[in-house]
């Protein structure tokens, strides 16, 4: 790039930091029990927008002990721009046995070790919810069923903090998922079906993503 | 615990219902600090009126920092829709009372509760012995 060039894109970098962000990105926290394929889901829209992932994704639950955020995740939709920085927190759940560990042949000290971490985590997200985030995308296993009270209590929490909301039914490829489930859990809210994994619907996925959080 | 009341809770689930009533006065960390106390020593709590939503959360966060293996292994929760209660009963309607936010709630310590089932209308919990 020449020296013009350069110029070029650091006054035009100036330029947006002066003109475009002039508010703060809303931080968007995504939330949902374990195993609901959250960090999947992070994963997919940093990588779609910024080129690199936010953190490791497994089949053991309770792989994301922190919360982990990316900043300035920029989506282009109809020719505007929605910034927003991403926050993938743990699992929310109000139980965790170390020994659920054991079964994915772990052994007892890594065990013990993951159990403790994922309390911290879980505590960590739950103050986030109150303190930290702006709103809120709520990762659901279609697969599973949605009437938990996990479920019923985060979704409560979220509305009385008034914070704007989208459910996300995924794992919709899976042949035994089921969206209309979900829908008629959370009535009140827009559900939205994708496949974090596949790659489905992100279209929709970045649409309401746009209109909700922009 | 109940005061001045001394528990033999060597063998046996104790339950114990807590009326609205006697949380109104409690701040938020006050009743939160009684259920997992109640909880932790074995105990089945049911709360008439249950928590506000910020109470909820609260409980998750106090509850995740006192997991440890071997001791203490989280809580199971369940409660009523608020619609269901908030609907303003007979009586309520009858005094004129506003609406309360009542909201019947079980919890209990998870080792012990082998499953906490609901439907619309019941709660239903399998309590396994120690
Ligand atoms: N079939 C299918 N599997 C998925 C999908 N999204 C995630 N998974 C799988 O579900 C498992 C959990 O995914 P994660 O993204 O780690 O789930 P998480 O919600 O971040 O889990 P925790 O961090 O443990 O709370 C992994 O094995 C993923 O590959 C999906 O859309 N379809
Ligand atoms: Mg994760």
Redesign the interface.
């Known amino acids: 790039m020449g020296l013009l060039g350069s110029l070029r894109n650091s006054i035009s970098q100036v330029a947006n930091t002066l003109f475009a962000s002039d508010a703060e990105p809303k931080r968007i926290g995504i939330y949902g029990p374990p195993n609901a394929g959250k960090t999947t889901l992070a994963n997919r829209i940093a990588r779609d927008w910024t080129g690199d992932a936010i953190g490791p994704e497994s089949r053991i639950p309770h792989e994301t002990r922190r919360a982990r955020r990316k900043e300035n995740v920029e989506i282009e939709r109809n020719g505007q721009t929605v910034t927003i920085d991403i926050v993938d927190t743990p699992g929310v759940t109000t139980k965790v046995d170390y020994t659920e560990f054991l079964e994915h042949d772990i052994e007892k000290d890594e065990a013990v070790r993951r159990s403790r971490e994922a309390t911290e985590g879980v505590a960590e997200a739950m103050h986030w919810l109150r303190e930290d985030v702006d709103g809120v995308i709520y990762v659901l296993d279609s697969v599973e069923d949605p009437f938990t009270q996990v479920n019923t209590m985060l979704i409560g929490i979220i509305e009385s903090r008034d914070l704007p909301v989208l459910i996300f039914a995924n794992k919709i490829d899976l042949d035994e998922a089921q969206i209309n489930r979900i829908e008629n859990a959370f009535p009140q809210h827009e559900t939205v079906p994708l496949s974090a994994l596949e790659g489905d619907n992100m279209d929709e996925v970045y649409d309401k993503i746009a209109a909700y959080f922009g | 615990m109940m005061a001045g009341i001394e528990h033999d809770s060597a063998d046996g689930v104790e339950i114990e219902l807590i009326s609205g009533q006697r949380m109104h006065d409690k701040t938020s960390m006050e009743k939160i600090r009684m259920i997992l106390d109640d909880v932790r020593s074995g105990n089945i709590v049911i709360l008439e009126e249950g928590l ?3 109470e ?3 409980l ?6 006192e ?3 071997d001791d203490f ?7 009523f ?2 619609q269901t209660a908030t609907g303003g009963g007979f009586l309520s309607r009858l005094i004129g009372s506003e609406p309360s936010n009542a909201k019947l709630t079980v919890i209990g310590p ?2 012990q509760i082998h499953s ?1 089932q ?1 439907d619309d209308t019941l709660i239903r919990a399998l309590i396994s012995g120690k």
């Not at chain 2, 292994?73 to 409660?79: A, M």
């Open positions: 506000t939503p910020d909820e959360s609260k998750i966060e106090v509850t995740m920092t997991i440890n293996p292994s989280g809580i199971e929760i369940e409660s829709p608020q998870a080792n906490l609901k």
